[in-house]
């Protein structure tokens, strides 16, 4: 039988199913497993890849029984059922962004010897007089750790690498900003002072910091490609980020 291709209107139609399923799975009990097939299913089919998305979605399937609640079972059952009755008849076009490339990164050899998790992540030019501002890079705050996690396999799944992505604890986050803090020093201050007032950089510092106290959690991603900002963010999104923002060369931009 011939076969007709899946528009990209079909696949974000999909996608908007997959996210139902998991929402609505989120709020059950003991479907960790369900949740993560699905997940799984989510990447492949942003990704282009529809071999493993039928894979992700006959593994979904196994897991159903991990539903107790039956009129849920029944209704995420029906919607695999017909995600994969499609699959049947569709081929998926390629996506608008291109596969993800691994970027490799200069690395300064400045030593990192006791340093935190995104000391050793970041460089120091990461920082603008003082100032945190990771040029070219994505940083999301997350409701949890979990979540963070969750989104850091999204990515790695997706080919990102260990040097493009990572996922750290609020705690975490809150050693590195006095980290940058104690190496600013004086001049530091003065600058930090100048760009609250202003309303940039130093104000988004803050705002991440209270969200750390709050418990939330941290996802950063290398982005030098503008061009897969958008890939990024539909990745990251079933987790709920709380801030998103892409920090370029003189300018920051709020990405939900």
């Not at 790695?156 to 986050?173: I, Q």
């Not at 991603?221 to 990745?235: A, F, G, M, Q």
Request: glycine share 6%; with cysteine.
């Amino acid at each position: 039988m011939p076969h007709t291709t899946l528009s990209l209107k079909d696949r974000e139609i999909d996608r908007k199913r997959l996210d139902g399923m998991i929402a609505r799975l989120e709020r059950s009990t003991r479907c960790d497993l369900l949740i993560e097939h699905l997940h799984s299913a989510r990447v492949y089919l942003l990704s282009a890849m529809p071999e493993e998305f039928q894979v992700a979605l006959e593994l979904a399937k196994t897991a159903l029984n991990t539903v107790g609640d039956g009129r849920l079972r029944r209704a995420v059952g029906a919607d695999l059922a017909d995600l994969l009755d499609e699959m049947s008849l569709h081929e998926i076009l390629p996506v608008r962004v291109p596969k993800h490339r691994v970027h490799s990164r200069t690395r300064e050899l400045a030593s990192t010897e006791g340093a935190s998790t995104l000391r050793k992540f970041f460089n120091l030019s990461d920082t603008a007089f003082g100032i945190f501002y990771p040029k070219r890079f994505i940083v999301a705050s997350l409701p949890s750790f979990d979540s963070a996690k969750s989104a850091e396999k999204a990515l790695r799944d997706a080919s990102f690498t260990s040097d493009e992505v990572v996922a750290v604890t609020g705690a975490e986050m809150l050693l590195f900003f006095e980290e940058l803090r104690l190496r600013a020093g004086l001049w530091g201050g003065l600058m930090e002072a100048l760009s609250r007032a202003l309303g940039t950089e130093a104000t988004f510092v803050v705002q991440d910091s209270e969200q750390a106290r709050a418990g939330a959690a941290f996802l950063a991603v290398y982005d030098p490609r503008e061009s897969e900002t958008e890939y990024i963010c539909k990745l990251v999104a079933p987790w709920r980020p709380i801030s998103m923002r892409r920090y370029a060369i003189g300018s920051i931009a709020s990405l939900i």
